[in-house]
């Protein structure tokens, strides 16, 4: 008995674009239904389960960002994959589609094959790690905890299993905040990049991985075989461990 075929969502209001990605992703194995705006891709997640939803950011009425962060906030596709189309040139709307829960963004124009091989590489990652913690519990806690540690985002420091303080520069902070952001989750390295200092002018460390390999020496990661930041061989990077707030009767006193 073969498997089903992946079932995409694609929700565009270029009825072009959408029946020529419709058609060319059937070609390759897949199975599309088409959605003309929020409206039409709410009807049609309530009709069937679908594996990815391809979100264009400009569309009428609701915009993709906002259909993104409300799949994110709660209900059973909570943790569906998003693939987010943007406009060229637009890093801020990149930026914020990657906050708001995107799984990955592709510009446009783009090429059928570029936007295959993402929403493969997408579906590969979700089948292979633990649904995501929603975004709306971690983005108001002032204690996250993870692998025996906490992190303070109102001192913007790390408590160790001990109760030990360990300060952070403000780019290990952004990045791990990042990282507890998007938990079990590969992050390639434009990602990281974009969302840790899209919104910073100050100049950011000259590199991701050099920046990754101090977060796990804070951490007590063995370099060699970390447990908490993993890396993902010609994917990125993954926080690979639970993630949630602490409550204040949970704080240490």
């Not at 929700?11 to 419709?22: C, F, G, T, W």
Request: proline share 6%.
């Amino acid at each position: 008995m073969t498997n089903a075929p992946d079932h995409i969502l694609i929700v565009d209001d270029d009825r072009e674009i959408r029946a020529l990605l419709a058609d060319y992703l059937e070609k390759q194995g897949l199975r599309c239904t088409t959605a003309a705006d929020g409206r039409e891709m709410k009807a049609a997640l309530d009709r069937h389960r679908v594996d990815l939803i391809v979100l264009d950011l400009m569309l009428p009425g609701e915009d993709g960002l906002t259909l993104c962060r409300n799949l994110r906030a709660a209900g059973p596709h909570a943790n569906t994959p998003v693939l987010m189309l943007t406009a060229r040139g637009e890093d801020m709307d990149r930026i914020l589609g990657l906050e708001m829960g995107a799984d990955d963004y592709v510009p446009k124009p783009f090429v059928p094959r570029e936007l295959l091989a993402r929403i493969r590489a997408i579906l590969r990652r979700a089948r292979a790690l633990p649904p995501n913690l929603a975004a709306a519990q971690v983005q108001h806690a002032t204690e996250l905890g993870f692998a025996h540690w906490r992190l303070n985002t109102v001192g913007r420091h790390l408590i160790g299993p001990d109760g030990t303080v360990v300060p952070l520069s403000g780019a290990e902070y952004r990045l791990l905040s990042v990282f507890l952001s998007h938990p079990q989750r590969v992050l390639n390295r434009d990602q990281l990049m974009e969302l840790t200092q899209g919104r910073e002018a100050d100049v950011f460390d000259r590199s991701i991985d050099l920046l990754v390999s101090r977060l796990r020496q804070r951490l007590g990661d063995n370099a060699r075989e970390p447990e908490i930041i993993k890396t993902v061989r010609n994917e990125g990077y993954v926080l690979a461990c639970a993630v949630s707030p602490v409550a204040p009767e949970d704080e240490a006193p």
